[in-house]
C-alpha cells in the first residue's frame, strides 16, 4: 500500500467510527435510556482524538499532492466526517449541559436587575477580545497562567466542566501538554487535569528557584540601550515574581547589587561605581532607575548607532506558502516611522512583508512609481545625497539590498580571481554571501595543511516535536552562518512539518551551491532564561563534528563544569546548526582560554562549549558551517571507476530463487498465444486472513466519493466496462473449496488540468492491504528478482546513434493471464448502480499492484525472446536491454537497420 493509500485508509477508518458514535447518538435521542445514555458518552470520549487524528491526515494527503501535482478535491471526505462528529458534539454537550442548567438559570436571574442597570449606564466601547495565556511548562509563567485562567474559566459559574477542560487544554503546550495529553476529553477528568499540572508544577520553591536562576544567569550587558533595558526588565519581571511568592525581596539588596554589578559591562560598571557614591546603601529600584537612566542617554546620544534586534517573521504568518523572511543586522537611519506607503500600517517599507514577498523587479518598479529613494527606500531626497552609507551586499553598488536584480551564475563568473592570469584561486577559505532578498551566508574552509583537529563548539538542546514533548537534539553553533539548518532525518525523528521555502545559497564569485525548499519552525526548550526559536532551512545532511573522534580533554580541564554536550569528542551527526543571530544570546560568560593545543570552553546556556584546535596531527578533513569540498581529484578519479567497472554478478536469493522456479515450472501458453502464469506463492499464503470486511469498507467510501463527482463515476465506469468486455474481469462464483481468497480493494487517482476537467485518471489496486487475522496478498508472494533494466545505461545507448525507435507494449500487464485456480487471490468489490447488491469479480490478468507483477510481466517479455526471438535478434537485443517497464527506446545508425 502506497503512503497516499495509508492516509485515505485512515480518514475512512476515521469516518466510519464517527458515524457509529452519530449512530448511538441517534439511538439515545430515540430511547433516553441511562443504558444508551451510558454507551453513548464512552464511545464519544475519543471524539475529540479522531478529530485531531483526521485533521491531521488531510494535511499530509494537501502535503503529498501539492508536491506531486495532484489535485484532489477533499472536501467531500471533510463534509462525511464532520457531519456525524458535529452531530455527536452536539449531543454530548446537551447531556452534560443538562445537570449545569439550573445553576445557570439562577445565576442569570440573580444578576438581571444589575446586569439592566449597568448595562444601560455603561458606554457602548468595543473592548478588544482578551486570550487566555500558554503554558508550556515554563516554571515562571505558572503563576501568571493560573491566575489568570482562574478568573476567567476556573471560577467562571457560567461554564461546565468539559468546557473548562477544553479551555484547559487549549492553554497548554510542550512538556505540560504532554502531561495530560493521554486524558480524554470529558468532564470528569477536568480536576484530573487541573490537579496533576498543580502537583507538577504548584511548588513555591522550585518557582522560587527558577526565577532566582533567571537573575543569576542574566547575560553580560552589551554597549548599547536596547541590552540595558533588557537587563533591567528582566530583573524586575524576576523580583516581581518573587514578591508575589511573599519573599522579602527589598532585604536581598546588598548580594543582588554584588552579583548584577558584575554583569555590567566596564563602562556602564565605572558610571555605577561613580554614581554609588551618592548612595552609600542603594536599593534593587534605585539600580533599576539607574540602568534606565543610561540606556535613555544612549538613545537620545547616540540614535543611529543603536543596532535594531534581529526580526523574525511570525511562524503563523506565511501560511506555508513562501518563503521564510530573512535579514541580517540593519542600522536605523532616522527614529520616526512613517505609514507604509505599501500597506499603510505603521512600519517602514523595508519591513513590509507584502513589499518582501514581491520580487525584486517588482519592488524596483514600485520605488520608481512612488520617487522613492533608491538606497533606503524613504522620501523627500534620491540616491546621490541620502545620508545612508551602506551600500548593496551584493553588489556593493549604492542601492538597497531589497532592489538587487539577482544575477547568480551557475560558475564562477567571468573576470574572478579564479579567471584572470597570474593569479590562483583562494585556498584558505570560501565564504558565501547573504541578504534581504533570501540568500543564506555559508562558509567552507579547505586549507592546504593544518596542524591538529579543530572541533567546532556542539551542545545538546531540547527540542520541540511534533508530538508536543521536548527531545534531545544535537546542534552545532556557528557564527559564520546567517541561516539556520536543520538535517532532513531530524525533521522526520522529530516529526515536524516542513513549509515550502526557496532560499538560494551561492557562494564565492557568486558561485551557486544549490538552494533549499523547505524549512521547519524549531522550539527550543528555554535554557538561562533565554528562548530560542527559529525557522531551520531543510538539508539533506550538516556532517560530523568532529570530522574524526579525538582524546577527550584532560579530566582537571573540565571538572566541575558542565559540558554542553559530553560526547563533544565523538564524530558524530549534527541534528540543526544554529548560525550567527543566536551567538550572543548563547554565550554568558567569559571564555576560558585554552593552550596551543588545546582547545577553549566558553559557558553557554547549556553548559560549557568546547571549541577550537585540538591536538597537533594533520586533520584529515576540515570543514566549517555546513558545507563539505568533496569535488578533489581522487573522489572523481574513485567515481569514474567506479562507473567504468563491469558489472558484478548477482547472486539470487533463497525467495528470488524459488520464484524463478515457480515461473520456469508454470508457464504456458494458450493456443492464441497468450502466456498464462502462476503467482509465485510462498508457504506464509496458508496464513492468509479475512480481507472482505476491510475491502468492502474501502468500496463503500469509494462510493460514496465517486456519487459526488459526475465525471470522477463516469470515468470510473468506463474504466471497469473495458475489464469486463476484455474479459479482465469476470464474476465470481462463491467462495472456493479451501477458503483462500483475497479481496483487492481498489480506488483512483486523477489529475485536474487549469479547467478544473480530469485530465489524467487511473485505478489503483491495492495488495498490500493487511488482511482481519494475517499478513497481506503482497507478503505472501516473492517478489521476485530486479529484471529491469538500469535507466541510465538505457538512455546513455538511445544517444548513440541518429535514428531512434519508440515503442509501447499495449496493455503490457493485462496480456498475461493468471492460473484460473489463483485467481480467487484478486478478487475485488464491484457494482455500477447504488442500488444493485454488491457482486464479487475476479481478475484474470496480471494486476498492477501486486508486488510480484513487474516480475511476471518482464520475465513473460523475456519468454518471448526465448521462445520467438530467434529470427529477430536485432529486435530480440532491444527487447531484453532496451526496455525500460513497457517502453522501448532504441538508436540505430540507419533507417534502413531500422
Excluded at 582524546?551 to 549534527?574: G, H, T
Excluded at 576540515?622 to 562507473?643: K, P
Aim: aromatic share 8%.
Amino acid at each position: 500500500m502506497g503512503v497516499i493509500d495509508d492516509y485515505a485508509f485512515t480518514t475512512g477508518t476515521l469516518t466510519t467510527k464517527v458515524e457509529r458514535i452519530a449512530v448511538a447518538a441517534a439511538t439515545y435521542d430515540a430511547d433516553p435510556t441511562e443504558k444508551n445514555k451510558r454507551l453513548f458518552m464512552v464511545m464519544a470520549e475519543r471524539l475529540d482524538e479522531f478529530y485531531t487524528t483526521f485533521h491531521d491526515t488531510i494535511a499530509k494527503i494537501n502535503t503529498y499532492n501539492s508536491r506531486n501535482g495532484i489535485e484532489e478535491d477533499l472536501e467531500a471526505a471533510i463534509n462525511r466526517f464532520e457531519g456525524p462528529y458535529y452531530a455527536s458534539k452536539a449531543s454530548v454537550l446537551a447531556i452534560t449541559g443538562d445537570r449545569d442548567r439550573d445553576r445557570r438559570r439562577s445565576l442569570d436571574e440573580a444578576s438581571n436587575v444589575a446586569n439592566r442597570s449597568s448595562v444601560q449606564a455603561a458606554p457602548q466601547i468595543q473592548l478588544p477580545t482578551l486570550k487566555l495565556p500558554v503554558f508550556s511548562g515554563d516554571l515562571r509563567t505558572w503563576q501568571n497562567f493560573t491566575e489568570v485562567f482562574r478568573a476567567s474559566v476556573h471560577n467562571n459559574l457560567g461554564l461546565s466542566d468539559i468546557q473548562r477542560h477544553a479551555y484547559l487544554r487549549a492553554g497548554l503546550a510542550g512538556e505540560a501538554l504532554s502531561l495530560v495529553a493521554a486524558l480524554p476529553l470529558t468532564a470528569q477528568n477536568y480536576s484530573v487535569c487541573w490537579d496533576t499540572l498543580a502537583k507538577r508544577y504548584d511548588h513555591t520553591h522550585l518557582i522560587t528557584n527558577a526565577h532566582l536562576e533567571t537573575l543569576f544567569d542574566l547575560p553580560r550587558t552589551a554597549d548599547n540601550a536596547t541590552s540595558i533595558r533588557a537587563f533591567a526588565a528582566k530583573i524586575m519581571e524576576s523580583l516581581g515574581a518573587l514578591a508575589a511568592l511573599e519573599h522579602e525581596v527589598a532585604g536581598w539588596a546588598v548580594p543582588l547589587l554584588f552579583l548584577l554589578c558584575r554583569k555590567l559591562h566596564t563602562k556602564l560598571r565605572i558610571s555605577w561605581e561613580r554614581r554609588v557614591v551618592e548612595e552609600p546603601l542603594p536599593t534593587i529600584s534605585y539600580f533599576v532607575d539607574f540602568l534606565n537612566e543610561q540606556a535613555r542617554i544612549m538613545e537620545v546620544a547616540c540614535p543611529s548607532a543603536e543596532p535594531s534586534l534581529p526580526r523574525r517573521t511570525d511562524r503563523g504568518s506565511t501560511k506555508g506558502r513562501g518563503t521564510p523572511e530573512r535579514r541580517a543586522m540593519a542600522f536605523a537611519i532616522g527614529s520616526n516611522v512613517l505609514a507604509c506607503p505599501r500597506c499603510s500600517a505603521n512600519h517602514n517599507l523595508e519591513d513590509c512583508g507584502e513589499f518582501r514577498r514581491s520580487s525584486p523587479r517588482d519592488r524596483l518598479h514600485f520605488i520608481r512609481s512612488k520617487k522613492l529613494c533608491l538606497a533606503c527606500l524613504r522620501t523627500a531626497h534620491f540616491a546621490g545625497v541620502c545620508p545612508r552609507q551602506s551600500p548593496c551586499k551584493h553588489c556593493n553598488q549604492r542601492h538597497h539590498s531589497l532592489l538587487h536584480l539577482n544575477q547568480t551564475r551557475f560558475g564562477p563568473s567571468p573576470g574572478t580571481p579564479s579567471e584572470r592570469p597570474g593569479t590562483s584561486p583562494p585556498t584558505s577559505s570560501e565564504t558565501t554571501t547573504a541578504g534581504a532578498n533570501g540568500h543564506a551566508l555559508a562558509m567552507r574552509v579547505k586549507p592546504a595543511y593544518s596542524k591538529g583537529r579543530i572541533i567546532i563548539a556542539t551542545a545538546i538542546a531540547q527540542v520541540l516535536g511534533g508530538d508536543g514533548k521536548y527531545h534531545p537534539t544535537r546542534i552545532m553553533i556557528d557564527p559564520g552562518s546567517e541561516a539556520d539548518f536543520i538535517r532532513r532525518a531530524c525533521v522526520h525523528r522529530l516529526r515536524l512539518k516542513s513549509r515550502p521555502a526557496e532560499v538560494p545559497l551561492v557562494g564565492l564569485s557568486n558561485r551557486s551551491l544549490g538552494g533549499c525548499r523547505e524549512y521547519v519552525d524549531c522550539h527550543f526548550q528555554p535554557a538561562k532564561g533565554v528562548e530560542i526559536n527559529t525557522q531551520a532551512l531543510i538539508i539533506d545532511d550538516i556532517g560530523k563534528m568532529p570530522s574524526v573522534s579525538s582524546p577527550q580533554l584532560p579530566s582537571d580541564m573540565v571538572a566541575n563544569r558542565p559540558l554542553a554536550d559530553e560526547r563533544y569528542f565523538l564524530a558524530a551527526d549534527v541534528d540543526i546548526l544554529l548560525g550567527a543571530q543566536w551567538f550572543p544570546y548563547i554565550l554568558i560568560g567569559e571564555p576560558i582560554l585554552g593552550t596551543n593545543e588545546m582547545p577553549s570552553l566558553i559557558p553557554s546556556i547549556w553548559g560549557h562549549l568546547v571549541i577550537g584546535k585540538y591536538g597537533m596531527k594533520v586533520a584529515t578533513q576540515t570543514r566549517a558551517a555546513f558545507v563539505r569540498d568533496d569535488s578533489d581529484v581522487g573522489a572523481i578519479l574513485h567515481r569514474f571507476w567506479e562507473i567504468e567497472e563491469p558489472p558484478v554478478v548477482e547472486h539470487l536469493s533463497s525467495s528470488d530463487q524459488e520464484c524463478e522456479d515457480l515461473y520456469c515450472r508454470s508457464v504456458k501458453r494458450q493456443p492464441d498465444g497468450r502466456y498464462v502464469v502462476a503467482l509465485p506463492l510462498s508457504s506464509q499464503a496458508q496464513n492468509l486472513g479475512i480481507s472482505r470486511p476491510a475491502a468492502l469498507r474501502r468500496f463503500l467510501s469509494l462510493e460514496r466519493r465517486l456519487n459526488q463527482d459526475r465525471t470522477l463515476r463516469e470515468q470510473y465506469h468506463e474504466f471497469m466496462e473495458d475489464y469486463l468486455g476484455q474479459g479482465h474481469m469476470v464474476p465470481a462464483p462463491g467462495s472456493p473449496p479451501d477458503g483462500n481468497q483475497y479481496y483487492i480493494p481498489h480506488h483512483c487517482i486523477f489529475r485536474r488540468d487549469s479547467k478544473g476537467s480530469v485530465s489524467k485518471f487511473r485505478v489503483v489496486f491495492d495488495s498490500s492491504m493487511k488482511t482481519l487475522n494475517g499478513p497481506s496478498l503482497n507478503e505472501v508472494v516473492h517478489k521476485g528478482q530486479k529484471l529491469q533494466a538500469d535507466i541510465v545505461d538505457i538512455l546513455v545507448r538511445f544517444r548513440f546513434f541518429e535514428v531512434i525507435l519508440i515503442a509501447d507494449v499495449r496493455q503490457m500487464y493485462r496480456n498475461i493471464r493468471i492460473y484460473e485456480e489463483h485467481q480467487d487471490f484478486q478478487r475485488i468489490l464491484w457494482r455500477f448502480n447504488a442500488e444493485d447488491p454488491i457482486q464479487e469479480f475476479k481478475l484474470t490478468t496480471v494486476t498492477y499492484g501486486v508486488s510480484c507483477s513487474p516480475f511476471l510481466a518482464i520475465r513473460t517479455l523475456h519468454q518471448l525472446v526465448q521462445d520467438e526471438g530467434g529470427p529477430f535478434p536485432l529486435a530480440s537485443a532491444a527487447i531484453m536491454h532496451d526496455t525500460f517497464m513497457d517502453d522501448v527506446v532504441k538508436s540505430v545508425p540507419s533507417i534502413a537497420e531500422a
